[in-house]
């Protein structure tokens, strides 16, 4: 499959659906309440996402779409959280609607020892009121002309109704633009007139009316579904065995997953609408929009968390990255939000830092010998002026871009970034490694970042290099050939 992923930034896509907020709210849980037999949490760490249609729209918007979202928020701070991480992606929020008789969907997730174990939501699930969905039609088809495709997020919050379902599609066809819809509830004759319907599995057993058993069991069930409702094409998600895209008067197309551990499957249903969407507004066909959107979900299922693909994280599973390193190479900001995931899915991060200026066998030692003390080797490579100005003038003799790949070529390297040399003790406190490592060059009390390492509970270690070796040594060597050996220089 080839796919060329810059069309994605020139597509225009209309989102309509519930927007909510999915928090979450990390800890550990090492002792039993004296008070109830249930787990008590001590919490470390809080985040706020978008939700539903939130989750959905910020899918598009980290692969470059360009984004209208229409939908229904609280007036209070859930709804300006929303607002205010909508409008951070650059999205267009004019027909985002405040009701002041409704709070913001709030969904709250206890992540305790690395397990998802509690969740408790604050909704209003009853219909909205008639005036402000005329006022979400009255958005809507304003962009309908404009779009190139339309997403419906229905997550059962009182927005996504018949009559609202009528008048959308009733928009879409008089203007020719595509209209997917990720279903809820029992009711998918709602939908009559959508293009495409993206329901999984057990939503999908619940609207037909049928157990879902095996391949005949779920191709009847599908089945079922487009003579029901007249939508020809539905595709089924079915977690770990992957997607099955049902067609009228087609064979149905299944694709299986990728390998992976999966650690959350929550928003995995909002990156394949997102996903298949876009692949579908970029001009591919469906079966590889489907394949798309298929890689992607692969993708998130791996994080804890709602959360979104990237444009290098696609390619890379799709082996679209002509440089296999690629994907290591990190800015700090990206090293950042990556690193979060990685410790809420309880990796221990192994950091260690320097010039790299020659790659020699003890910087080898150091990286394999660091690899050991965890699950992910960063190495934070100092810039061209940190280096000149730490080993003085002619250095580096290797550039930092290069630096870079040849670091993220070893199998014992995860991330590469690089850095200024001032920035150390900053990068260090984001990152916050479970160990910092050094070579034995190097005494505990000369390592810049010791004391912050310390303070949130990680450590130094000193990793020995038995090698008489350095990358000064190499140079100093190299120079003094071509003096005492002009006419071979």
């Not at 659906?17 to 949490?41: F, T």
């Not at 609280?74 to 909508?86: A, H, N, R, S, T």
């Not at 909205?128 to 002309?145: G, M, P, T, V």
Request: glycine letters at 8%; a neutral charge.
């Amino acid at each position: 499959m080839t796919i060329d992923m810059k069309k994605f930034t020139e597509c225009r896509i209309l989102v309509v659906g519930d927007l909510m907020v999915d928090a979450y709210l990390w800890g550990d849980a090492e002792r039993i309440s004296p008070e109830a037999p249930v787990q008590i949490v001590s919490v470390s760490s809080e985040e706020q996402t978008l939700g539903g249609a939130g989750n959905v729209i910020s899918n598009l918007a980290a692969l470059g779409a360009k984004v209208s979202a229409v939908g229904v928020i609280g007036c209070g701070p859930d709804g300006q959280l929303v607002l205010k991480q909508l409008n951070a992606l650059g999205v267009d929020t004019a027909g985002v609607i405040q009701d002041q008789q409704r709070p913001t969907t709030r969904k709250t997730r206890i992540i305790a020892n690395h397990q998802h174990v509690l969740r408790f939501d604050r909704e209003v699930k009853t219909e909205i009121n008639r005036q402000i969905i005329n006022q979400i039609l009255h958005s809507a088809e304003k962009k309908i002309a404009d779009t190139d495709l339309i997403l419906v997020s229905d997550y059962g919050k009182g927005l996504i109704s018949k009559a609202l379902m009528k008048k959308l599609n009733s928009a879409a066809q008089k203007h020719g633009k595509l209209l997917i819809v990720d279903p809820q509830g029992l009711d998918y004759e709602k939908y009559a007139g959508a293009s495409f319907i993206t329901p999984n599995q057990r939503e999908t057993a619940l609207a037909a009316g049928i157990e879902i058993v095996d391949d005949q069991t779920l191709a009847e069930a599908a089945r079922r579904l487009i003579e029901k409702t007249g939508i020809d094409k539905i595709l089924v998600t079915c977690g770990k065995d992957g997607m099955v895209y049902f067609e009228r008067n087609a064979r149905p197309y299944r694709i299986g997953t990728k390998a992976r551990q999966v650690f959350d499957v929550s928003g995995a249903g909002d990156t394949v609408l997102a996903v298949l969407g876009l692949g579908m507004a970029a001009g591919y066909s469906i079966r590889e929009a489907v394949a798309l959107a298929n890689t992607a979900a692969g993708i998130v299922v791996g994080k804890v968390g709602t959360a979104t693909v990237s444009n290098t994280e696609l390619a890379d599973s799709l082996n679209l990255i002509p440089d296999p390193t690629l994907h290591k190479q990190k800015t700090v900001a990206e090293l950042s939000a990556l690193v979060q995931t990685l410790q809420k899915n309880g990796k221990r991060i192994v950091l260690t830092n320097g010039c790299f200026d020659l790659l020699h066998v003890g910087h080898i030692m150091l990286l394999s010998a660091s690899k050991q003390l965890g699950d992910i080797l960063v190495v934070a490579i100092d810039d061209d002026a940190s280096v000149k100005k730490l080993k003085g003038p002619g250095r580096p003799v290797i550039k930092a871009a290069e630096r870079l790949r040849i670091i993220s070529a070893l199998d014992s390297v995860d991330y590469v970034v690089v850095f200024s040399s001032h920035q150390l003790n900053d990068l260090i406190e984001t990152l916050r490694p479970a160990v910092l490592t050094k070579g034995s060059n190097y005494g505990t009390d000369m390592v810049i970042g010791r004391e912050i390492v310390e303070r949130f509970g990680g450590r130094v270690e000193i990793i020995p290099v038995t090698e008489d070796i350095s990358s000064s040594r190499i140079i100093n060597t190299i120079r003094d050939n071509r003096i005492d050996n002009p006419q071979k220089a």
